[in-house]
Structure formats: C-alpha cells, structure tokens
Nanobody, 124 residues
Framework: QVQLVESGGGLVQAGGSLRLSCAAS????????MGWFRQAPGKEREFVTA????????KYEDSVKGRFTISRDSAKNTVYLQMNSLKPEDTAVYYC?????????????????WGQGTQVTVSS
C-alpha cells in the first residue's frame, strides 16, 4: 500500500498562489494515479484534478482549469498542485489520493489511499 502526506496549505488573499505537495511512501514501485480532492465546509468532497504515473495525462475540474496545475516528480514520489489566481470559493481542505492503476479516475470512491488533508483558506 501507499501512504500519503500533504503539505503547503495556508492562508492567502484572493488572487494569490499556493503550491501543495503530496509525498508518497510505501509501495511506490507500482503504477498508481494520484489525485487532488477538496472539501469545503458543509459540502461534499469533490474532485479537483488527477494525473497518471508518467504525468502524461491529466484531468481538471472545470472551475480550476487555467488556474491550477498538477505535476508529478516520480523520482521523488511527489505530486504537486500549483494553485494560481485563487478565489474565496477555493477555500477547502485539500486531500491527496492514490489508486494502483494506469487508468485516470475522477470519482472519490475509486481512490483507495488518502492523505490527512491540508487547509487552504482564501480571503477576499
């Protein structure tokens, strides 16, 4: 199995940027996809973006397209989420997730492994 640890959250003003990191450990030799989800207060957890092991395929939720970029450093077993032009509605706990597969999934139930989450707060 794989263990995930997120970092990089914090408080930022609207229009600002943050970069989240998710470090994987354990059985990282197998192919696995990694995704980011977020959960705002009083709302269900939602898909943000995902990436294949090679980094060749990515998928973004519509509201973050053009603002967020997911990338992956396989040598470091780390995935990054660069968030630019942040909006107050991006405020949420951001979770990193993984699944052993080469197919890119966009739904929460398809991910087996989860990090503890990191808070992102965007002030207006």
């Amino acid at each position: 199995q794989v263990q995930l640890v997120e970092s990089g959250g914090g408080l930022v003003q609207a229009g600002g940027s943050l970069r989240l990191s998710c470090a994987a450990s354990g059985r990282t030799d197998r192919s696995y996809i990694m995704g980011w989800f977020r959960q705002a207060p009083g709302k269900e957890r939602e898909f943000v973006t995902a990436i294949t092991r090679s980094g060749g395929t990515t998928k973004y939720e519509d509201s973050v397209k053009g603002r967020f970029t997911i990338s992956r450093d396989s040598a470091k077993n780390t995935v990054y989420l660069q968030m630019n032009s942040l909006k107050p509605e991006d405020t949420a706990v951001y979770y990193c997730a993984a699944r052993y597969t080469t197919v890119l999934y966009f739904t929460e139930k398809m991910y087996n492994y989860w990090g503890q989450g990191t808070q992102v707060t965007v002030s207006s």
